[in-house]
């Protein structure tokens, strides 16, 4: 992930985040069981910048393109178009191809309604 501090506290501008004082998507993710890791090298936030720029940039002129004005015809253009295209052109095949989901015990919804209500107030 980026350093954006939606995801990370970083005590001094350009250090290190600091891994123990956790924002809202932090705990969440943490409760969700998914490690975060932040990324340092200009590559992997080259990544992050890349495909947020896709998804800010890009999608919307694919949704007006389209002539899509619901969130229903949205979502079916994301599942049954965008996505399946977006994946055949950059998804890679894992090194090992076992499943790397693990079960959670918690409630989900409660955890991701917390990070939702936190990071857009």
Known sequence: ???????????????????????????????LGIEMIPAYSPEARGRSERMFGTLQNRLPQELQSQGITTMDEANRFLKEVFLPDHNSRFSKTPIDEASAFVTFAGDVRNTLESVRYSVYE
């Open 1 to 31: 992930m980026d350093r954006g501090s939606h995801y990370w506290n970083t005590p001094e501008a350009g250090g290190k985040v600091d891994k123990e004082n956790l924002t809202q998507v932090g705990r969440a993710m943490q409760q």
